[in-house]
């Protein structure tokens, strides 16, 4: 199984970005996907996670309303919308999945992306 995220960048407070993260070497449809993330000197935090179907959704309190999980089965990508961006979002960015109906909003990821870097200038 592999995770290849990828989106990340610089972008001004107030600015978007869309991460993408394709996932290959099996179907994902029974999959829940997650995204993650680590700013620098922080502990690595939940941001938002999609279960199997996509109709069971969930983000960290931080980042509601302004990020939006999604994921198209058919090619086995996730992605995640991120607008409002705050300075306070600078992290490396890291995708997640793991074999699970529902939806999984811990850590407890059985595969891991590389992580993308989202830089935010304010």
């Known amino acids: 199984v592999q995770l290849q995220a990828s989106g990340g960048g610089l972008v001004q407070a107030g600015g978007s970005l869309r991460l993408s993260c394709a996932a290959s070497?099996?179907?994902?449809?029974?999959?829940?996907m997650g995204w993650f993330r680590q700013a620098p000197g922080k502990e690595r935090e939940f941001v938002a996670a999609?279960?199997?179907?996509?109709?069971?959704?969930s983000y960290a309190d931080s980042v509601k309303g302004r990020f939006t999980i999604s994921r198209d089965n058919t090619k086995n990508m996730v992605y995640l919308q991120m607008n409002s961006l705050q300075a306070e979002d600078t992290a490396v960015y890291y995708c997640?999945?793991?074999?699970?109906?529902?939806?999984?909003?811990?850590?407890?990821?059985?595969?891991w992306g590389q992580g993308t870097l989202v830089t935010v200038s304010s």
């Open positions: 997640a999945v793991r074999r699970s109906i529902v939806i999984v909003t811990t850590s407890k990821y059985e595969y």
């Open positions: 070497g099996r179907t994902f449809s029974d999959y829940a």
């Open positions: 999609i279960n199997w179907s996509g109709d069971a959704i």
